[in-house]
């Protein structure tokens, strides 16, 4: 019986899987990924990281999809292995989901650094942040996440928000920026350009302009990069460690990637960016591809919906843009009505396999706001 392994358990190898058991056929389908749980990553930032975990049991095992609970040390394309904690796991069709890492900075004290990057790393600095008030935190990375958890630490005292560049949210254009600025303000939250975090001593973020910010609260948001696991992948990277693939979310021979390991064509002028946005339909396009590929049924293309945004500036509301220009469509309240349904919406069903079949089938799934 032909094999689709698949390699991570997040938003695009989750729905590779559920696409892969829709066409099915006579299939085996494993997902290897060393958690129980699909983390929610876009919900790491709220004050309570469990919201962000989902039972990958409740959506694998209705769909007869195996989950080996390994984690992946090697892929040997030429003999077609996987090699997950000691197993050699052979397949016919790969798709690599393995996602993206934060990128950790090498600075003295590096170790009493927080996150909200992976559920442990929430975990962590909700522990760290329980029944306390007056807090002065530091944030390092005034990216989406950098944002997004300044703007919820600014309801427990005093945020300063640290970026490199000369601007906050450099990546998210102009359009979003007087908003964002403004919410800022209005949250209290300092803001330091043009500088970076230099050391993290006991009780305090020293910043590479010599300023020393009194905290044992820092929070590192600053960088992503793909899973190293793409460097087994014969084949082309962006400078994210991204492998490219063709409108089939195909690598090469037998090899698929989808998510944050795939460099996916959204249009002719642009790439997809590491969200779950676009890694739901990459997985979905993936997992069809594969299994229709040992099926000899036709496959279909990277359709991604219309590009939006949605950045939650907690008390202060959030902004919604469209397009890849980011024109400003909402902010305030309304922009908050519109993250707190996409914030439930991106929840896969559970124990519910027609809705779960039907929703693989839906590739292109646009906000309707």
Known sequence: MSHVVIVGGG????????????????????????????????????????????????????????????????????????????????????????????????????RRLFDVDTIEGARRLAAH???????????????????EIAAELAARGRVVLVEQAEVVGPDLGSGPRPA???????????????TTLAAVEDGAAVLSDGT??????????????????????????DALGRLEVDARMRVTGDVFAAGDVAAARFDAEHRVVQSCQHATPMGKTAGHNAAADLLG???I?????????????????????????????????????IKQWIMERIHPPVDDVRQLLALAGQVNLPVPF
């Open 11 to 110: 938003f695009a190898g989750v729905w590779a899987a559920v696409a892969a058991a829709r066409v099915r056929g006579g299939l085996r389908i494993t997902l290897i990924t060393p958690g129980d749980d699909m983390v929610l990553r876009p919900r790491l930032y709220e004050p309570d990281p469990e919201r962000a975990a989902l039972p990958l049991r409740a959506v694998l095992a209705p769909i007869g999809v195996h989950h080996l609970r390994a984690t992946v040390e090697a892929i040997d394309v030429e003999a077609r292995v996987v090699h997950a904690d000691g197993a050699a796991v052979g397949y016919d069709r790969l798709v690599l989901a393995a996602g993206s890492r934060l990128v950790r900075p090498e600075v003295p004290g590096a």
């Open 129 to 147: 942040l329980k029944g306390r008030r007056d807090v002065t935190s530091v944030v390092v990375g005034a990216g989406f996440t950098g944002l």
């Open 180 to 194: 964002i600025e403004q919410a800022l303000d209005d949250l209290g939250v300092e803001r330091r350009l043009r």
């Open 212 to 237: 020393r910010i009194p905290s044992d609260t820092v929070v590192w948001a600053a960088g992503m990069r793909a899973s190293s696991l793409t460097a087994q992948i014969p084949g082309r990277r």
């Open 297 to 299: 049924l036709p496959p």
């Open 301 to 337: 293309d990277f359709d991604p919906a219309p590009y939006v945004t949605d950045l939650d500036l907690g008390a202060a509301g959030a902004v919604y843009t469209r397009g890849w220009e980011r024109e400003v469509a909402f902010t305030g309240t309304r922009a908050k009505e």
